[in-house]
């Protein structure tokens, strides 16, 4: 079946802009994550869905960052006021959530995001 | 708060030498423990996991990782590097539901 797809795959933008990225989980999967990679930071949760609720968002870096979750399906994650240090690519994962079954992840292949 | 540390950001070996990739953890609990890998321009792929069954975990393409509770450890080992391992590879820990990465190791293989 598809895995995660994620789009756009580049998105280059002005600062002070907003962006929204998107991403399609696997069909069936509960559990949706955003996480954020920048050079030699390692990978950098933000948000976890289970469902459409968000039940941890405490990786969101700023009250600029948002994101959403429609029908247990697709997210987006939408950033305000585009600074340069949300430069970055962006990685979407899901999984079928509930126990150990949560960390088995899938990702999608990242939004590289440009703030320019 | 658990977290894991991989030691060297960059590791080079000659093709056909055993590939060894270091992770140490910080766990309060026993520790579901992972080793992702991500090839240029894609997202993650899960290499194998640890989730307190056996401590030798076997993985896809010949990777293995050992957990070590004494050495809090869970180091990755291949026997014989090929060219196509060239990648990232993070270690990660699970808990509250989420992943907490390490910041990766680049593999290099040299022909």
């Known amino acids: 079946g598809a895995g995660v797809s994620q789009s756009p795959s580049n998105k280059v933008t002005e600062k002070g802009k907003d962006v929204e990225l998107r991403c399609d989980p696997i069909?069936?999967?509960?559990?949706l994550y955003w996480y954020r990679q920048s050079l030699g930071q390692g990978l950098e949760f933000l948000i976890y869905?289970?469902?459409?609720?968000?039940?941890?968002k405490s990786g969101l870096p700023s009250d600029r960052f948002s994101a959403e979750r429609t029908g247990g399906s697709v997210s987006t994650l939408t950033i305000q006021r585009t600074q340069q240090e949300d430069s970055a690519v962006y990685l979407c994962?899901?999984?079928?959530?509930?126990?150990?079954?949560?960390?088995?992840?899938?990702f999608g292949p990242g939004t590289r995001l440009t703030v320019t | 708060a658990q977290s894991v540390t991989q030691l060297g950001s960059h590791v080079s070996v000659s093709e056909g030498a055993l590939v060894l990739l270091r992770c140490n953890y910080s766990?309060?609990?026993?520790?579901?423990l992972f080793w992702y890998v991500q090839y240029p321009n894609q997202g993650l792929q899960l290499l194998l996991k640890?989730?307190?069954?056996?401590?030798l975990v076997k993985g896809i393409n010949g990777f293995e990782a050992e957990f070590k509770k004494s050495e809090t450890s869970f180091h990755l080992t291949k026997p014989s590097a090929h060219m196509s391992d060239a990648a990232e590879y993070f270690c990660?820990?699970?808990?509250?539901?989420?992943?907490?990465f390490g910041t990766g190791t680049r593999l290099t293989i040299i022909p």
């Open positions: 990660a820990v699970g808990g509250n539901e989420k992943l907490t």
């Open positions: 869905f289970q469902g459409n609720s968000a039940p941890d």
């Open positions: 766990s309060s609990v026993p520790p579901y």
């Open positions: 069909s069936g999967h509960t559990a």
């Open positions: 640890y989730t307190s069954a056996a401590t």
């Open positions: 994962a899901s999984s079928k959530g509930g126990g150990t079954s949560s960390y088995e992840q899938y």
